[in-house]
């Protein structure tokens, strides 16, 4: 899929832009704090409804009621006009110019992968933060998954109601914790099942795509880690206590983790901030392989400073790699310098400056 051309009404620091993109690289050029994030952050919202550093209203121009994104998309065998508009009243997304009343139905259209350097703190950061990515990813395309994590967290909910109930003393019904922990146990067993499957499909080739981006010798994978994954229901019932105590659910997806191992030592001690930049590299770009395998259609690729710490040779590597793969990639950077000529010719370049941005003409020889 590739974004032919986007506009942007009030978001951010832009009052109005539109843009003709490049099918496959385009750069957008400019010191930091110009707006070259926020024009990201603009694509990754029209796609998943949703920013991934704010909340929707701290997206509005500052004195104006709203904000609307909006792009045509050009698809593996269809051409979509998609749109976004937030406010106080709420998010309205529509699909060429009818409004879709449900986000699950919108959701999975445009498929985003984003690096971002808050990305970085996925390594060793928080599991709530590895959760977060994963889930992102796999609801983006399973639409099963996506209700299946809705309903664990519905169940979930009235599940740790009860548990604070009891751990009162008001509520004593065990009955109604049984019937209530059984449906808990169905809704962990899904999520557990295609997060396995998934983990296991993006390890595999996220191993080859770590040997690929680096030069060193160490060898890559990614594990998950079920907080329960075998006998559900018993091992619920048998934890009943322990929950009745502290008031809530100690065990199930929301507990989840994720490792990333080097040489088969956990990275979250060892790993430098470059081999953590690598290991998300190589994660997201198992994540494009693995929607393309399921759709026959590469997702936008965003790259929010992603250059910065790379030398020279592992940037035009990743970049003629993006070429090669004949997807769409949005790229933001400070400079050029250390970009091959060949590269730049193959790409648009935009100069970011005060919330515009405006296309510029490579002259490299």
């Known amino acids: 899929m590739k974004i032919l051309n986007i506009s942007l009404n009030d978001f951010r620091n832009y009052l109005k832009q539109s843009l003709l993109l490049s099918p496959g690289l385009n750069f957008l050029v400019g010191q930091n704090g110009e707006g070259k994030t926020n024009f990201l952050e603009a694509i990754y919202v029209l796609g998943l409804s949703k920013s991934y550093r704010s909340e929707d209203l701290d997206l509005i121009r500052f004195q104006c009621d709203y904000t609307k994104i909006k792009a045509i998309v050009a698809m593996k065998e269809r051409q979509m006009d998609m749109q976004i508009v937030l406010s106080e009243l709420g998010k309205k997304v529509l699909m060429n110019g009818q409004e879709v009343k449900r986000l699950s139905d919108y959701i999975g259209n445009l498929n985003i992968v984003l690096f971002a350097p808050e990305d970085l703190n996925l390594v060793k950061g928080s599991p709530v933060g590895r959760r977060y990515f994963f889930d992102i990813i796999l609801g983006q395309v399973d639409r099963n998954y996506l209700k299946n994590l809705s309903d664990f967290k519905y169940v979930l909910k009235q ?207």
Request: aromatic share 6%; no cysteine.
């Open 159 to 365: 599940r740790n109601e009860l548990l604070k109930q009891m751990q009162s003393g008001a509520q004593k019904d065990t009955t109604l914790l049984d019937v209530i922990t059984e449906q808990l146990s169905q809704e962990i067993e899904k999520i557990i099942s295609a997060r396995q499957k998934f983990i296991q499909i993006i390890g595999e080739k996220a191993a080859i795509n770590y040997q690929f981006l680096t030069t060193k010798k160490d060898s890559f994978q990614l594990t998950y880690l079920p907080s329960i994954s075998e006998n559900i229901l018993d091992t619920l019932k048998s934890r009943v206590r322990t929950d009745i105590l502290s008031g809530t659910t100690n065990y199930g997806p929301h507990r989840d983790d994720f490792d990333f191992l080097l040489s088969d030592k956990s990275a979250k001690g060892l790993a430098s901030q470059g081999e953590q930049r690598m290991i998300i590299l190589a994660i997201d770009l198992a994540v494009i392989d693995y929607i393309f395998d399921l759709k026959n259609d590469k997702p936008i690729f965003l790259l929010d400073d992603v250059l910065s710490e790379l030398d020279q040779e592992k940037q035009n590597r990743l970049l003629r790699y993006l070429i090669s793969s004949g997807g769409q990639a949005i790229i933001t950077t400070t400079g050029l310098n250390e970009i091959e000529n060949d590269i730049l010719r193959q790409s648009k370049i935009f100069k970011v400056a005060k919330g515009y941005i405006k296309e510029e003409t490579h002259n490299g020889s």
